[in-house]
């Protein structure tokens, strides 16, 4: 077995009086007191967004929409940028499971074109809506 030939010395002294051979005492700290941690607040939901409400699904992927009115949400495009959406006029209503192949869903039955293609129908197919609702608001040519 390996024995040190000299003893180990501290690089940085004690502080006087916290020597352990002289029975010096470790002060203890009182314990940290515990808060609640505050909860975030849910992200607010634009006019266009709550608007997605009770609408029908405007992608429809084929073999896919399951029609139902009550799962709909505002699907935005990707390419917002890193952590970031496109604004509500650049997004579609899509049905839960429309939403989900678009996500990725496609990977196995489509290619990313032909997922894009869909959901810019969509949005096609959602700003009229959006114009009727006073949602989008567009200035008479001149």
């Not at 607010?44 to 139902?68: H, L, M, W, Y």
């Not at 990313?112 to 609702?133: C, F, N, S, W, Y």
Request: charged share 25%.
């Amino acid at each position: 077995m390996l024995q040190r030939k000299t003893p180990l010395q501290s690089k940085t002294p004690l502080k006087s009086g916290a020597s352990m051979k002289s029975g010096g005492q470790i002060k203890s700290r009182k314990p940290m007191k515990r808060t609640a941690m505050k909860k975030t607040p849910p992200p607010k939901q634009t006019e266009i967004q709550k608007s997605a409400r009770g609408q029908d699904c405007t992608v429809r992927v084929p073999d896919v929409c399951n029609f139902n009115p009550e799962t709909t949400v505002l699907g935005h495009l990707n390419g917002g940028g890193m952590a970031a959406k496109h604004h509500d006029v650049f997004a579609a209503y899509v049905c839960s499971d429309c939403h989900a192949w678009l996500d990725g869903g496609y990977v196995k039955t489509a290619t990313r074109a032909e997922r894009d293609l869909l959901h810019l129908q969509g949005v096609i197919k959602t700003q009229p809506i959006l114009m009727e609702l006073g949602l989008i608001i567009v200035p008479e040519a001149a």
